[in-house]
């Protein structure tokens, strides 16, 4: 309990629905609050929905922390790495690594590195048609089109 971990969820972990006491993290927040726990003073489970095509992850409680790993978790929640793994910077927004004087620190990881960010796909250059050219009238068509208009 003395690391902190920073967890990106897809939306699918956060709007999934609840199945055999697994609950997506919109569901399983709404849980704790009926119940009137705070998520800090309780042993989360995760699970990954393995039938899932998409990362997908569900919660469940486990038990109430002891006295003791409460405390701790408190203490931690104030700690200089809970406050960084839960405010979102502009770099982190981009997808860049995050940089001190110009480098990037050897404990620092880019969080967006694992995923791959789509590609833009190339516009299909447009395709020129020749215009057929409609041959011009000759003078006998001019002049039948032209005596029709008198009648």
Known sequence: MDTVYQLQLPATSIFGEAKDGKMGMQAYAKYLKAHKTPSIA????????????????????????????????????????????ITLTVSQTDGVQAKRDGEVKED????????????????????????KEEAAPSEDDLASIVGEWDD
């Open 108 to 131: 620092e990881v880019d969080i967006f590195a694992a995923s791959e960010k789509p590609k833009a796909k190339a516009e299909p250059e447009p395709k020129k048609i020749a215009k």
């Open 42 to 85: 309780v042993v989360t489970q995760m699970y990954f929905d393995e039938n899932s095509d998409t990362p997908k992850l569900y919660f469940k409680p486990v038990r109430p922390l002891e006295e003791a790993e409460l405390k701790q978790a408190l203490e931690q929640k104030e700690s200089e790495d809970a406050i960084k793994a």
